[in-house]
């Protein structure tokens, strides 16, 4: 297992000040066979910042996105174009991953072709803990689409490269739903580690803060919704297409829930707005002992 390799993306865009904690969390892993793809979607050299925070190694490897502001899907699949290893694992330039994550992950992605891990949401300023994807329960569950559908926080899966077809780059606020959707289209259900072991941090001056937040969320589910209408995303199971579309109605309903939240002064930002109201109460994934569907 020690052969497999893991291609980290991490798209940068005016990340200068949090892309050494992100790297730095690759060189805390146990896990040695990963490459860290830093995509610049600022025109900036990486290079420095992480030469000034004491890293120089070798793993690190610095790709263009091609242009300046293109987004993170975009760069994101800059980055899955240069990737040179079979599993792939995407890192926001403001998130950590935890001790111990590759090493759990990477086999269990290898061996079904994809794998989640519960997800840690953390306020930057003061690294107070906000809420977590699913209760931590221990051990490892299996997860299927209709309990990622019932989610609000984002997911991190590590997934088998040639299952994937890359992140919509006609989407630039929740391309990570279509992109886990269409993975669960694959592989069907995917093993869950229930203990956080992606770090998602909650950071003034992020998109998630900006005061246009829900507006941009609402115009990002109308933008999905009428293209999975079309059938523009290779969403291959009817059933899930329309659970999908389904789903996506409820986000609507939860995002202008936030938005009066917002403006009455409640919440800083959407996370911040599930953890006060409750509102991320995402249901158990069912414990189980046998491996989940293999990819189809």
Known sequence: ??????????????????????????????????????????????????????????????????????????????????????????????DRFLPGRLSTMVPLAHRDGAAADNVA??????????STLFPVTGGQAVLDAARFLATSVPMFPVVRREL???????????????????AFDRVGSMPLITEPLYEYRQRQGSITFAADAGARAERCYAHVLERLTAGAYPIRDPELRSAFAAAIGRKRDLNAAYERAFRDGLCANFQEFL???GANSSPTPRVSDTSPSAPR
């Open 164 to 182: 994937i077809d890359g992140w919509p780059e006609d989407v630039n606020f929740c391309d990570d739903v279509v992109f886990n959707v269409c």
């Open 121 to 130: 949401v953390v306020r930057d300023e003061d690294g107070a803990p906000l």
């Open 1 to 94: 297992m020690a052969a497999i390799g893991v291609s980290v993306i991490i798209p940068a865009y005016r990340a200068h000040d949090t892309i050494a904690r992100a790297v730095r969390s690759l060189l805390d892993q146990d896990w040695p066979d990963w490459e860290a793809l830093v995509v610049s979607d600022d025109g900036t050299d990486y290079r420095p910042t992480l030469s000034a925070a004491g890293i120089d190694d070798p793993r690190v490897r610095f790709v263009p996105s091609g242009g300046v502001g293109t987004g993170a899907p975009a760069a994101r699949n800059a980055g899955l174009r240069a990737a040179r290893f079979d599993v792939v694992a995407p890192l926001d330039a403001d």
């Open 275 to 277: 953890a006060v109201a």
